[in-house]
Nanobody
Framework: QVQLVESGGGLVQPGGSLRLSCAAS????????MGWFRQAPGKERELVAD???????NYADSVKGRFTISRDYAKNTVYLQMNSLKPEDTAVYYC????????????????WGQGTQVTVSS
């Protein structure tokens, strides 16, 4: 079992900042990638940003230059620093982790966090 605990969501005014955190725990041998997705009402879930084990990052075009993803390898934690927030960033943000529970390649996992609400409004 792999558990993800998210924190950091909330209400912020346009132009403001928030920092999301997601800590992974449980039976984890290795993590290949950690990332954040979001889902706004009536829309499909979309990738916001992710970061690989090697530190390569990938961002949605809509957040480039405003959001920064980072990772603490020792704590199995991923962060999303969100600056210059816009009303269209309002969504439930979900943490996503891909990895392996044991050295066996048959124990790959993909886990999702419970989601944290981010609301950008004046």
């Amino acid at each position: 079992q792999v558990q993800l605990v998210e924190s950091g969501g909330g209400l912020v005014q346009p132009g403001g900042s928030l920092r999301l955190s997601c800590a992974a725990s449980g039976s984890i041998f290795s993590i290949s990638a950690m990332g954040w997705f979001r889902q706004a009402p009536g829309k499909e879930r979309e990738l916001v940003a992710d970061i690989t084990g090697g530190g390569n990052t990938n961002y949605a075009d809509s957040v480039k230059g405003r959001f920064t993803i980072s990772r603490d390898y020792a704590k199995n934690t991923v962060y999303l620093q969100m600056n210059s927030l816009k009303p269209e960033d309002t969504a439930v943000y979900y943490c996503n982790v891909k990895g392996r529970r044991t050295p066996s390649r048959f124990t790959d996992f993909i886990s999702w966090g419970q989601g944290t609400q981010v609301t950008v409004s004046s």
